[in-house]
């Protein structure tokens, strides 16, 4: 009897000191979860939002995060510095390569409208998303450029800025350069491009301006649906009438941008002028190019409205031998 008893007064002792250890281990494996996967799960927490908000590769985001201890705003600006240095790294080597290729933009705000050019060397790039949206950037910058500098107009403002101008452009809150955005585009699509030409125009009150664009819907990027793309636009700055309604303004502006686009005047001429043919470089006397019956005139006089000036952008064309015309 005494000897069972001592035998399971061993078992028990034996079996708290059992319990003791597994406890333990339980605890320290505890205490690991706790100091060490929490931080793991934050990591790849980190490591997503990162990918989602700059659209860089898994490994670079990750290298940076490591970098920078998870610090997300230094890992970021990091990033874009990088990206940066390979793009204008990339750039300097495709220099000098054909870019016939490209977009029309066209956006308008109220009564200011914005038209860029941006050139790239094939259509698969025109039509990707990326390249839409450096388009866009060069078209809001060039408006948030001129934003407020002629609130009071007695007549219509026209602004042409070339490639160097454009590329000194600001675009974003941190002061970031359109020239940067550009490096950007072509270190991620490995094409030569250039931002050649943007034109602004603002008109009073009493004016409005006829926009239109035309070539093949790119794929893109739904989006940016607030922006026309196209490959040939046209800008057209008219004055009505008392008597021809506003309601009139977009339906005769699209008309006018579209005989613009499909006629490629000159000058503008003058209700004087006298119809010509089809070689009148003089857009009034032209014929009227959905009725070639009349004059572009004779269409617009019984409307009310007169035609001040107009800007016709075609993707490619040779930019040097129009300013020398």
Partial sequence: MMQRMAALRRELVFSQKRNAAVGQLFGEHLARFLHTGLPVLAAKELLVKLRKKTGYSYVNCK???????????????WLHEQAQKEGWSKASKLQGRKTKEGLI???????????????????????????????????????????????????????????NELSQLKIGPDGSLLSDQLALAIGKLGENMVIKRAVWVSVPENNFIG???????????????????????????????????????????????????????????????????????????????????????????????????????????????????
């Avoid at 949206?133 to 107009?153: F, P």
């Fill in 63 to 77: 290298k940076a995060l490591e970098k920078f201890d998870d610090d997300l705003k230094e890992a970021e600006i």
């Fill in 105 to 163: 933009g066209l956006l308008q705000e109220g009564n200011s409208a914005v038209m860029v050019e941006v050139n790239c060397e094939t259509d698969f790039v025109a039509r990707n998303a990326r390249f839409q949206h450096l388009v866009q950037q060069a078209a809001i910058g060039t408006m948030h450029h001129y934003q407020g500098t002629m609130n009071q107009l007695n007549t219509y403002a026209k602004c042409l800025l070339k490639s």
């Fill in 211 to 325: 926009s239109y664009v035309h070539g093949a819907p790119p794929d893109g990027n739904p989006l940016l649906s607030h922006i026309m793309f196209g490959k040939y636009g046209a800008l057209v700055i008219c004055s009505p009438s008392e008597q021809c309604p506003k309601s009139n303004f977009p339906e005769l502006g699209w008309r006018l941008g579209q005989h613009v686009v499909g006629m490629a005047p000159l000058s503008v001429g003058s209700m004087e002028d006298e119809p010509g043919g089809d070689s009148e470089t003089k857009m009034l006397p032209q014929p009227f190019l959905l009725d070639p019956t009349i004059s572009l005139g004779q269409y617009i006089h019984p409307r009310g409205v007169s035609v001040l000036d107009f800007v016709r952008f075609e993707c490619g064309e040779d930019t040097e031998s129009l300013e020398s015309e």
